[in-house]
Structure formats: C-alpha cells, structure tokens
C-alpha cells in the first residue's frame, strides 16, 4: 500500500513538474497571437460598458443619412487591446457598428467604436455574446487602455 502511494505521489510530482515546464516556456516566449489569446481567456476585467447602436435612416426620399444611437444594456466579459466580448439581451448583426464607452476600474472612461465580428446565443445567460473589433479609438484612449490591461495582467486581474 506504501509503495502504490509513493509512485502515485511521484508520478503526480512528474506531472507538476512538467507543468511548471511549460509555463515558465511559455512565459519566456515571444507575444504571439495565441499567447495573447490565451491570457485574454485567463483574465476576466471588471469594467462597466455602456454600448449604443449607430442606426443611419434617411429622412423621406431624400438621399440624406442621418445616425442616431440607441443605447442597449450590455456586460463587459473579456477586454484586448482590440476588441472584446459582451454580453446583451438583443443578438448584435456582424458587422453592426456600436459605440462603446468602457469605464475602467482604475484609469477612467474610453470611448472607442467597434464592429461586431461574431455572435451567438447563451443559453445561460439568457442573452447573446458578440465578439467586438474595435475599430476607431483616441490615442489617449488607447494608452489609458493599454496601461490598464497591462496592471492587470501583472496582478492577474485581482
């Protein structure tokens, strides 16, 4: 019975040792798409979101466009440099064209517009995610995010 516990023991210590292995590969490893992504899995951002709906109408028969937004409720789930994942009651269409104003937890509001790349229902949540590109953002905007991402890739998002 000692002996079984002994080679479960080192064989778990294998494992983990292994794993360790990888990682610290991993993490010494060029910033490649897949690395990103994968930390964007890791790290969920607590942020508020306030997403509004550029909706272009013409007025009459006239050829003159006019936008106006609509605002929607929408959670903030994942934040990249370029895009992220939100969550609404109402399915976004590719290719919609949102205005997003995130308010990061420690470095203020960011205005940016996006364009929704993918979508699909959660049954869970009872709503539909949609995957955002965004598109258009201020370089002050930029910075603020980009520094917010990377304090929160240094405390994991805690």
């Given at each position: 019975m000692q002996e079984r516990r002994t080679i479960v023991r080192?064989?778990?210590?294998r494992s983990l040792l292994s794993r360790v292995q990888q990682l610290e590969e991993f993490s010494q490893g060029a910033d490649t798409k897949?690395?990103?992504?994968?930390?964007?899995?890791?790290?969920?951002?607590?942020?508020?979101?306030?997403?509004?709906?550029?909706i272009r109408h013409s007025m009459h028969a006239e050829d003159i466009w006019s936008v106006d937004e609509h605002p929607i409720k929408g959670k903030l789930y994942d934040l990249s440099y370029d895009g992220a994942l939100i969550l609404t009651a109402n399915m976004l269409e590719i290719g919609q064209e949102l205005n997003l104003a995130i308010t990061l937890r420690t470095h203020g509001?960011?205005?940016?517009?996006?364009?929704?790349?993918?979508?699909?229902a959660v049954e869970h949540?009872?709503?539909?995610?949609?995957?955002?590109?965004i598109t258009q953002i201020q370089e002050s905007d930029s910075r603020r995010l980009r520094a917010f991402l990377n304090d929160m890739e240094k405390s994991i998002g805690l």
């Open positions: 080192r064989q778990a210590d897949e690395r990103r992504h994968l930390r964007r899995q890791a790290i969920r951002h607590n942020c508020s979101l306030k997403v509004s709906l550029k509001d960011i205005r940016a517009i996006a364009v929704v790349r993918w979508n699909r949540a009872k709503g539909f995610a949609a995957g955002v590109q």
